[in-house]
């Protein structure tokens, strides 16, 4: 949500320059953490807050409050000569945990399965293990199949998906170049194919959706309250749309 | 100026010297005593049967090192085995074969090669070497440990043939000159007397090449596809790694200071440094072994 986060940042900036905004990246953890320590106001995460890092925050004296302010999407990604045109999550959990290994067990060519994902310390890497990988089931204790090649960003799973057409792979729908081809996901067998859209999202007929969160010590008060405001207004919401994420309404 | 002021400002210059000095060595101790104070509760945190597993994923309690100590050492044997010949090669061209005029246009050359920072490497690689590599070579993906060992073999040659050079340049011209009066050719001569004799520069400048590409983090960390697996087959080479350099930039970010994460993550740094230390130390001794019975030289 770094980006989205600078962006906003910059756009409330230029209309409040009294307003000091600093942005630092980390990811959903790190951002938490801070907010439980105390030292950032504001802490953007791509997932809820665990049980454990509430305990923490109120042990601390900080009560954290959860504010919704995207959506997101999840796309799968394929190299565009890739002849397959959708999976089911039952197939996509087999493919990234290593039970697939071959296109033609899906449908495509004679080709090995290349699986892409994001560092394990990623709140996207997190939310396709819980969502997809073991298909939203809590007590599954499957993993990605150790063979999964962990892109440190974005751009390194875009630059091997656009020229690999063994690659399979996934990421925030607005990191998704014109370059790759995006696949159709039911979410089992017998269910619609739906390709991931800002309507797809928003209506719940994409199955690998997910809500982006801020989360603030306490209700938010003064300049905190304002510029929260702004974000989930129509000015925020016209940056999540640019940026790719799933605006509000 | 007395001899009183004299002996003073003596004694002041060498006493800054002589602190400049220790406090090399002081850094380097402080250095591994942090890394220790961080990664020692490693050891009484993780089973040994965890640490040395062979799965790494730290989000799952998951703290199998051998994919990442294997990963680290196969992506070094292969630039070393890469850099090497193509590295000597260069160093015995330069000096024995290579015109005058020549020999001043390549030299610079090779310094430049050594100024390209590593992440620009990394990204030519990961966007030009290594779809060659996937099609080339015909594997399921390009971002293998053999991509990893080429850009590092890359990266290392500019150490390697400058210290095989001045090695090879270090040979007494008595030498030469005794085996081609014996009727050597010229590549019997350099073949069987100059590189024998230049053999512990050769060794000096392998060592340097291994303690440069174990250290690599960038280039490896966008081509080598970071897949925490034992490289257990015969085409291990060939398929993707998971360096412990690449392990400690991607995850230090982002872990909990304090966790038990974070005091591994400090435990790779230590295995790291004690293993760049080891060849560092076994390269001194090599060089201080070869001074001594060539008589004070330093390389060759």
Same mark, same amino acid.
């Given at each position: 949500?770094?980006?989205?986060?600078?962006?906003?940042?910059?756009?409330?900036?230029?209309?409040?320059?009294?307003?000091?905004?600093?942005?630092?990246?980390?990811?959903?953890?790190?951002?938490?953490?801070?907010?439980?320590?105390?030292?950032?106001?504001?802490?953007?995460?791509?997932?809820?807050?665990?049980?454990?890092?509430?305990?923490?925050?109120?042990?601390?004296?900080?009560?954290?409050?959860?504010?919704?302010?995207?959506?997101?999407?999840?796309?799968?990604?394929?190299?565009?000569?890739?002849?397959?045109?959708?999976?089911?999550?039952?197939?996509?959990?087999?493919?990234?945990?290593?039970?697939?290994?071959?296109?033609?067990?899906?449908?495509?060519?004679?080709?090995?399965?290349?699986?892409?994902?994001?560092?394990?310390?990623?709140?996207?890497?997190?939310?396709?293990?819980?969502?997809?990988?073991?298909?939203?089931?809590?007590?599954?204790?499957?993993?990605?199949?150790?063979?999964?090649?962990?892109?440190?960003?974005?751009?390194?799973?875009?630059?091997?998906?656009?020229?690999?057409?063994?690659?399979?792979?996934?990421?925030?729908?607005?990191?998704?170049?014109?370059?790759?081809?995006?696949?159709?996901?039911?979410?089992?067998?017998?269910?619609?194919?739906?390709?991931?859209?800002?309507?797809?999202?928003?209506?719940?007929?994409?199955?690998?959706?997910?809500?982006?969160?801020?989360?603030?010590?306490?209700?938010?008060?003064?300049?905190?309250?304002?510029?929260?405001?702004?974000?989930?207004?129509?000015?925020?919401?016209?940056?999540?749309?640019?940026?790719?994420?799933?605006?509000?309404? | 100026?007395?001899?009183?002021?004299?002996?003073?400002?003596?004694?002041?210059?060498?006493?800054?010297?002589?602190?400049?000095?220790?406090?090399?060595?002081?850094?380097?101790?402080?250095?591994?005593?942090?890394? /220790?104070?961080? &990664? @020692?509760?490693?050891?009484?945190? !993780?089973?040994?049967?965890? +640490?040395?597993?062979? %799965?790494?994923?730290?989000?799952?309690?998951?703290?199998?090192?051998?994919?990442?100590?294997?990963?680290?050492?196969?992506?070094?044997?292969?630039a070393v085995?890469i850099a090497l010949p193509l590295g000597l090669a260069t160093a015995v061209f330069i000096r024995?074969l290579a015109p005058d005029w020549l020999r001043e246009i390549l030299k610079p050359l090779i310094e430049v090669l050594a100024g390209i920072p590593s992440v620009v490497l990394g990204f030519l690689g990961m966007v030009a070497v290594?779809?060659?590599?996937?099609?080339?070579?015909?594997?399921?993906?390009?971002?293998?440990?053999?991509?990893?060992a080429l850009m590092l073999a890359y990266m290392s040659l500019p150490t390697i043939i400058s210290v095989a050079e001045d090695a090879i340049d270090?040979?007494?011209?008595?030498?030469?000159?005794?085996? /081609?009066?014996? &009727? @050597?050719?010229?590549?019997?001569? !350099?073949?069987?007397?100059? +590189?024998?004799?230049? %053999?512990?520069?050769?060794?000096?400048a392998?060592?340097l090449g291994?303690g440069r590409a174990?250290g690599e983090t960038m280039a490896v960390?966008m081509v080598?596809?970071?897949?925490?697996?034992?490289?257990?087959?015969?085409?291990?080479?060939?398929?993707?790694?998971?360096?412990?350099?690449?392990?400690?930039?991607?995850?230090?970010?982002?872990?909990?200071?304090?966790?038990?994460?974070?005091?591994?993550?400090?435990?790779?740094?230590?295995?790291?440094?004690?293993?760049?230390?080891?060849?560092?130390?076994?390269?001194?001794?090599?060089?201080?072994?070869?001074?001594?019975?060539?008589?004070?030289?330093?390389?060759?």
């Amino acid at each position: 949500m770094v980006n989205l986060a600078l962006a906003w940042a910059e756009a409330y900036g230029r209309l409040h320059p009294e307003v000091q905004i600093a942005v630092t990246g980390g990811g959903s953890g790190t951002g938490i953490a801070a907010l439980i320590n105390g030292t950032v106001d504001m802490a953007n995460a791509s997932r809820p807050i665990k049980a454990e890092e509430r305990a923490q925050a109120e042990a601390n004296g900080i009560v954290p409050v959860e504010h919704v302010v995207a959506g997101d999407a999840i796309a799968i990604v394929v190299h565009p000569s890739n002849p397959v045109h959708g999976l089911t999550i039952p197939q996509l959990a087999a493919i990234f945990s290593g039970k697939i290994t071959n296109w033609r067990q899906v449908g495509g060519e004679d080709r090995p399965v290349v699986l892409l994902s994001r560092e394990s310390n990623s709140g996207t890497h997190v939310f396709f293990l819980e969502e997809v990988v073991r298909q939203g089931r809590k007590d599954d204790k499957t993993l990605f199949s150790p063979d999964t090649l962990l892109m440190p960003s974005s751009e390194g799973i875009s630059a091997e998906v656009r020229q690999n057409p063994n690659a399979i792979g996934y990421d925030g729908l607005g990191y998704v170049t014109p370059d790759q081809k995006v696949l159709a996901v039911a979410s089992a067998e017998g269910q619609p194919y739906v390709l991931p859209t800002v309507e797809t999202v928003k209506d719940g007929s994409y199955p690998i959706a997910r809500e982006l969160y801020i989360y603030t010590a306490g209700e938010p008060q003064g300049a905190i309250r304002e510029y929260l405001d702004w974000i989930v207004g129509p000015e925020g919401q016209a940056i999540v749309r640019e940026l790719g994420f799933v605006p509000l309404r | 100026m007395n001899r009183l002021n004299v002996r003073w400002r003596e004694f002041v210059i060498e006493t800054l010297i002589r602190l400049s000095g220790f406090s090399a060595i002081l850094f380097v101790v402080l250095v591994f005593l942090f890394l /220790l104070k961080e &990664g @020692a509760p490693t050891f009484w945190q !993780i089973s040994p049967g965890n +640490l040395f597993g062979q %799965r790494w994923y730290p989000n799952e309690g998951l703290f199998g090192t051998w994919p990442l100590i294997l990963g680290s050492l196969l992506v070094t044997a292969g630039a070393v085995v890469i850099a090497l010949p193509l590295g000597l090669a260069t160093a015995v061209f330069i000096r024995e074969l290579a015109p005058d005029w020549l020999r001043e246009i390549l030299k610079p050359l090779i310094e430049v090669l050594a100024g390209i920072p590593s992440v620009v490497l990394g990204f030519l690689g990961m966007v030009a070497v290594a779809p060659l590599v996937r099609q080339v070579l015909n594997v399921p993906t390009g971002l293998t440990a053999f991509t990893g060992a080429l850009m590092l073999a890359y990266m290392s040659l500019p150490t390697i043939i400058s210290v095989a050079e001045d090695a090879i340049d270090a040979v007494p011209k008595s030498y030469r000159d005794g085996a /081609l009066a014996l &009727g @050597a050719t010229h590549w019997q001569t !350099i073949w069987r007397v100059v +590189l024998p004799a230049a %053999r512990s520069g050769v060794i000096i400048a392998v060592m340097l090449g291994i303690g440069r590409a174990i250290g690599e983090t960038m280039a490896v960390m966008m081509v080598t596809g970071n897949a925490a697996r034992v490289p257990h087959e015969w085409n291990a080479l060939f398929l993707p790694v998971r360096t412990m350099t690449a392990t400690i930039a991607a995850e230090m970010g982002e872990v909990a200071q304090g966790s038990t994460h974070y005091h591994v993550l400090f435990a790779v740094g230590i295995l790291l440094f004690v293993v760049t230390f080891l060849i560092n130390a076994a390269t001194s001794v090599v060089i201080i072994r070869s001074g001594e019975r060539r008589g004070g030289r330093l390389m060759g």
